[in-house]
């Protein structure tokens, strides 16, 4: 069964960049709902349980599970997206090992914040924009709704939300002052290099 995991901070504790009014929703209702549908859907399902990425591989290549895709690819985004983001997170102090990797596979960290701060904000509709880990390097990405780098076989390392119940609250219709704002003030880096550490 998939559970609504705490959350790493209060809700309050991101203002101003995100409001606690925005956590109320994003995770009280919207995490929230994606745990009880999937749930509800794994039920009738039938699957045996598994680990939550073999749920997403397994339920992205059926196309008759989609629905269950949808919720537990989402559940597992904002897992992750909780811990993608710390109180005083952000800005351009990254550990060495991921600044090192970010400055010989994209150039320079300047060149990753534009590529990932453009992506999201291009994202058609809703869905998110990544740093991943792909065939032995790093890549920024994006994937439409509910779907993940997972799908295509790479490992993600950063996550943004670009939904708009993930700012429509606090930046309204500034998607990209919301993403800029993202990797200036929230980004938990260390949490992203221990990522790589796993995927390396
Ligand atoms: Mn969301």
């Known amino acids: 069964m998939l559970e609504l995991p705490e959350l790493p901070y209060g809700r309050g504790a991101l203002e101003p960049h ?31 349980v598994m680990k939550v990425e ?7 290549a059926e196309h008759r599970l989609r629905p269950l895709f949808n919720n537990v690819s989402q559940h597992w985004n904002h897992l992750h997206f909780w811990n993608w983001m710390k109180p005083g997170g952000g800005g351009t ?8 990797k970010i400055n010989s596979d994209l150039g320079s960290f300047e060149s990753f914040a534009k590529e990932f701060v453009q992506k999201g904000f291009t994202q058609f509709g809703s869905g998110w924009v990544w740093l991943s880990w792909a065939q032995g390097r790093l890549v920024v990405e994006s994937t ?26 606090d930046y309204r219709n500034d998607r990209r002052a919301y993403l800029e704002s993202f990797l200036e003030n929230l980004v938990n880096w260390d949490y992203v290099a221990e990522r790589l550490d796993s995927a390396i």
Do not use: F
């Open 18 to 48: 995100i409001s606690e009014e925005t956590l109320e929703y994003h995770y009280g209702k919207h995490h929230n709902a994606y745990v009880m549908n999937g749930n509800i859907l794994l039920k009738s399902a039938n699957i045996q």
């Open 54 to 60: 073999d749920l997403i591989r397994k339920s992205y």
């Open 93 to 100: 102090d990254l550990p060495e090992r991921l600044a090192k």
């Open 144 to 169: 439409p709704n509910g779907e993940n780098p997972l799908t295509l076989g790479h490992y993600p390392l950063l996550g943004c939300d670009v939904w708009e119940h993930s700012y429509y609250i």
